[in-house]
């Protein structure tokens, strides 16, 4: 079975503080995505990644960074968090060029007060 | 600009009732289009549609594609209390490097 990881299931913050989310997977996935997700405005894409060291802005990348220094492993990176922060993380992975089926792993919801 | 609307927004029906959810898109260099279905926790691969007309079938769930309307529908026959989701609608580009582009899903509850 695929799997994907994330390090933290909850996590509380406070405004202006560095915030690393770190997402594992073991399937040699290529792409690997980060997510967030909002009470009704459904998934968006903050970054993606497509091979090691190399990364793609999504939709809202803004305040955001990501690190991909190992091709199981994407991090996502709050350089300096605040209040409207505060959601569901989600990551995902997928094969490149053999099926665009995305494998979400459970989620970090995060707090930043 | 690439869109995808998926109605209704909720949905609340009891057990044994037929649903049918909706997903229209406008994606440019449009290749397939997936459908997710998300509980309480990580959303969870259902379908993936690439040809017009064709049905793809699961136990009680079941979608099409119409790629000249640009529309997909997803039906759940009788209904039980643990279909109860989110259920997410992903058209898929060609050459975006395997990303979706997700609607903002259809929220579903069966009550007993």
């Known amino acids: 079975d695929v799997k994907v990881t994330q390090s933290s299931r909850y996590l509380v913050k406070r405004t202006g503080e560095k915030v690393f989310l770190e997402c594992v997977q073991d399937m040699d996935h290529e792409n690997m995505f980060w997510y967030r997700q909002d009470p009704g405005l459904g998934l968006r894409l903050i970054y993606f990644s497509y091979d090691v060291k190399m990364k793609e802005k999504g939709d809202i990348p803004e305040g955001y960074s990501v690190s991909r220094e190992k091709k199981e492993r994407f991090s996502l990176i709050l350089e300096s968090a605040s209040t409207n922060q505060t959601s569901m993380y989600l990551c995902?992975?997928?094969?490149?060029?053999?099926?665009?089926?995305?494998?979400f792993g459970p989620g970090t919801r995060l707090t930043v007060t | 600009e690439d869109k995808v609307v998926q109605s209704p927004l909720s949905l609340v029906v009891h057990e044994g009732d037929t649903v049918t959810l909706n997903c229209s898109y406008e994606v440019t260099n449009f290749r397939s289009l997936l459908w997710y279905k998300q509980e309480k926790k990580a959303p969870t691969f259902l379908f993936m549609l690439?040809?017009?007309?064709i049905e793809k079938k699961s136990g009680r769930l079941s979608s099409i594609l119409d790629k000249k309307e640009l529309f997909s529908i997803l039906n759940i026959t009788a209904t039980q209390t643990g279909d109860s989701a989110v259920y997410l609608c992903?058209?898929?580009?060609?050459?975006?490097?395997?990303?979706?582009?997700f609607g903002r899903g259809t929220q579903l509850t069966v009550w007993p």
């Open positions: 995902a992975s997928s094969f490149m060029g053999v099926s665009y089926e995305q494998y």
């Open positions: 992903a058209p898929y580009r060609g050459s975006t490097l395997g990303r979706l582009y």
């Open positions: 690439t040809s017009s007309g």
